[in-house]
């Protein structure tokens, strides 16, 4: 039984929510997620993620529908159990760190467990090498750089240990290189993960769900690779396609040009890796962006072997008979496979 | 800004490693005698002792002038006060004002008692971490909620310095210059409210993140203190001084400030 | 403008402590869990914006604005006022640990009588009431403020009287800048935000 009950990990049954100047929110959201899943909330602002997330711990209480965590439906009696399952980072650290020392701010949660004192220190040592801020428990929290301070508010919740993490903007101001550790650090985690962000490419290359919630309800949920894929549904929703599949509108430009001379070709190895395939019954072009099975650092480097790429499209408008296409970058040029 | 009090707290001194509890109690306590101070001569007594006291804790003689700045102007002003509206009938004709002694001697006890009540201030406050600090004062059975909130504002009040500057730097930017007229006051008004607005939004926020990580009314800490036989005898010693400032300002005879020198 | 170490006698700065723990103990009652981070980061803000200078003249004067945390915070304007000084002395040496007790009666007790002022607004229909209003609170709160200064030192000793003459008179600019800072204040967030101000009728989430 109790299998069962934690497998759900949110679950958001229309759920209404208005506030004292009668200005209603959330009207009537509904969704499930699993324990494990990593799922990106989007949308625009004023759509209602930052209220939506404060109704996943109790902070704010919805007016109708429910709300469970790991199971357990929130009311004003257990409160202090949900908080136990789920952490909510919030975007602007300052918000989250208000004790004297960085140790302090992280033992704060396992001190509010009425945690012994050896679990405690434990806890705190383990969080903040999690974060990579081993050696900096007695600093003061607010003298730390903007990075190491949303590392830090990080930290503070991973202390308590809530097998749930929800983040708001996790990577807002972040620079490139922390956001790269933020990403990898929640690739590998196995928490369950809810991303509300605007920031697609991180809702990319993290997760795998996405749900997209417009004027107070959820308009799509789905894969990512269909949702943020999808130029259509994001703009009709005052968001865009992500960066990392925007560059395809440049791609189309340059690649039909009548004249590719090398220079252009150069540049566009060096920036991405894509290839104006033709095919279909009607052979028509689209050009592919490519996941490419293996790791490499520089995007123009050639593989000789012949391998397969996952196709994806960058409108709705047809399906593909096969998914993928067998080619080596050899043959880049003359390339014209057809299926 | 000056507002790490606490940054020379861990320099190694015999008053940094007396426990908090009884160095507030007895520095707290030899303060107060230092206030009802009446006679020059104990008050100079009293400021031996606070430098002394200071000395031993090694904290750097700049940091507690820089403190001393403001309270010093403030006092300054009395020197020129007091002996001119002293009122008494012995009055020395110095040009064509009529300077009283009385005034000057009692410009100089006050200025005396103050110097050596702010520099044990920065002694005691000095030479332990301000949230240690704190927590001292909790034990001593100051109310809990009190050093919870001291603790907070001080904490925010980094956070505000921190908007405050960027947002003065945006009004300099785009012109302002303050003066005595009316825009400049309703300048800050509409500042002072930015602020404000600003300030609750964030209280919000913090009422939320705290409430997330289980946060139920009650502050929890694992400082521990423990005290040594050396911190007893530091407290008597300052015990001693204490009384003897108080029995030779009882006993020994001397006039109060007004009325003489000794 | 508060008080330094030094100067004044046992029995009025007795009767200052005495004063605010009495205070205290009454405004800090009813306080609940939310009040903690909220009147300590509002007292935060009034901390911060008491280090703004305004140039009068050849000089530059600090703003006191008790009489805007009485007006924003209601009667939780003691404690809050109680803690800056607090903080004040421990922090800057300034205003400092022995007068604790007397500098919170008079800029706390200042505040408490703004707020007071600033809630008759409910019996007038006015129109910029909460401009009027909001200047008499800031304008009373110094004013009171100077009233209960002036008394303490005048208790001191004879030697004060003159002293506290001159503190008095001082205080006259004050109350007009404080006004006016106030006033405007007021009239920004009944634009931006009216539910921070204490006492508000029409919203049932006000403080008072």
Redesign the interface.
Known sequence: MDNIKESTAIELDNVYFTY?DKHEVLKGVTCSIKQGEKVALIGANGAGKSTLM?HL?G?QMATSGHIKIAGYEIQKSN??QI??QI??V?Q?P???L????VF?DV???P???GLP?EK?EARVNEALSVVGLEGFENRSS?HLSFGERKRLALA??LS?QPDILVFDEPSTNMDPMNRRKLIKWLQASEKTILLCTHDLDIALDVCHRCLVLADGKIVADGPSKDILYNRTLLESNNLELPLALMTHELLHDTLHAESMDEGHREVIGNFLHAHRHVHGPDQHEHVHIHAHPHDHDHLHEHVHEEHFHDLKHDSDDHTHDHDTVPHSHDDEKKETKTE | MALDIDRYAHVDSSIQSWDPRLKIAALGFFVLSVAILKTLPMAISALIAAVIFHRISKLPRHFVMHGMMAAILFLLPFFIILPFTYPTQNQTELVEFSFGWEGFRLACLIFIKAIAIILTSFTIFGSS???VSMIALQRLKCPKMLTQML??TY??T??FLDDMKRMQTSMFARGFVPRANLITLKTYGNFVGTLLVRSFE?TE??Y?????????GEF???VTFKINRKDWLKFCLVVIVVVSLLSGEIFSGFTPAEKGWY | MHISDGILSAPTLAVGFVGTVALAAVTMRKLDMEDI?KISVITAVFFVASLIKIPIGATSIHLILNGMVGVVLGWRAFPAIMLGLILQAILFGHGGITVIGVNAVMLGGGALLGFMVWQLRHRFQIKKRELVFAALAGATSVFSSGIILALALLTTGEAFWATAYYVLAAHVPIILIEAAVVGSSAVFLTKVKPEILAGQKDN??SSS
């Open positions: 004292p404060s711990n902070v409160l202090n908080r136990r952490g909510i919030f602007d300052d918000d989250q208000f004790s004297p020392t302090d033992a704060f949660g001190l509010n467990l004192k405690i607010f503070t919740v308590y | 971490r301000f949230d603790l907070f904490r925010y980094y956070t964030r926020r913090i939320h993140a705290m409430l997330s990580k289980g946060y139920q929890h800490t694992l | 981070p049932p989430t």
